[in-house]
């Protein structure tokens, strides 16, 4: 017998002797009772009504389901909730709203539009049928518009793929936070590009976005940059983390950074919607 033919029977001696071995051990873990919190998200687009979702936390263990009764289970309902700007009031009305392209869900929807003039202060508050209270404030900022969008294909072939470049300026005299999305076929569709950047990541006012070639002549793409306010940026840097984080057992907790307080505990994001869009078919 040589040393191979040992080394082979030694290691496959190994493995029986492990799969032999009882390795599984039952462990009860006693996870503490969840409270429950309010979460908001309130997203000021300019032109729209001022409108609002506001639902009930669940634990990661909860079991949600699509029962008849999962919006009723879901939605806070019952609250009292205002907006106030430019010396003026707006009651938002307890009211289902769905929105589509894309799709979206409110539970709260104000009569009033969402000035557009940058720097407008906003104020958030929240009186929930339990007492419990909510508030925040957030700041218009202001529009930046898509420069232009540049096809370009690898070759001259009939079938080469295309990219797309989409360019933006930066103003450089303060510091600003950008979302990046970018969906094909369909603004429903799961984004192929979905992140967010802060202007410190160039040295030049003219910010590039792209994608590789992977795009055939007559797709169509929606590019859409968001201005952000830096708590935006916050708030979605953390929930990205945290979502991240259930995938990887090794993760520390991530906590959601919103911008919302008050004595409901509450947690969610008031802030500015503020985008461009463009709407490109691929060709020559």
Do not use: W
């Not at 017998?1 to 496959?12: A, E």
């Not at 949600?64 to 700007?85: E, H, K, P």
């Not at 769905?98 to 009569?111: E, R």
């Amino acid at each position: 017998m040589n040393i191979k033919q040992l080394n082979s029977i030694l290691l496959f001696a190994a493995f029986v002797f492990l799969g032999a071995c009882n390795l599984s051990k039952d462990v009860e873990i006693d996870l503490p009772a969840y409270d429950r919190q309010p979460v908001v998200e309130c997203y000021l687009e300019p032109g729209q009504p001022f409108r609002l979702l506001m639902t009930r936390s669940y634990a990661f263990f909860d079991t949600l389901g699509l029962s008849s009764n999962f919006l009723a289970n879901a939605l806070l309902d019952g609250a009292l909730v205002t907006i106030s700007y430019n010396g003026q009031t707006d009651t938002l009305a307890n009211q289902f709203t769905i929105v589509t392209n894309p799709l979206k869900v409110y539970n709260y929807v104000g009569q009033n539009s969402v000035p557009t003039e940058p720097g407008t202060s906003f104020s958030l508050f929240i009186r929930l049928a339990d007492g419990g209270e909510i508030t925040s404030t957030t700041q218009m900022v202001p529009f930046v518009p898509i420069d232009s969008v540049v096809i370009s294909f690898l070759s001259e072939a009939a079938d080469s793929k295309a990219r797309i470049l989409t360019y933006i300026t930066d103003d450089l005299s303060q510091e600003n936070f950008y979302r990046r999305m970018l969906n094909y076929g369909s603004l429903d569709s799961f984004p192929e590009q979905d992140f967010i950047v802060n202007d410190r990541f160039t040295e030049t006012a003219l910010i590039a976005f792209g994608t590789g070639y992977e795009l055939n002549e007559g797709d169509t793409v929606f590019n859409t940059i968001f201005h952000l306010s830096s708590d935006y940026y916050d708030f979605k840097e953390s929930v990205d983390l945290a979502s991240s984080g259930l995938f990887n057992p090794f993760a520390q907790p991530s906590p959601i950074k919103g911008n919302v307080r008050g004595t409901a505990n509450p947690i969610g994001i008031f802030a500015p919607l503020i985008y461009d869009r463009d709407t490109t078919i691929i060709r020559r």
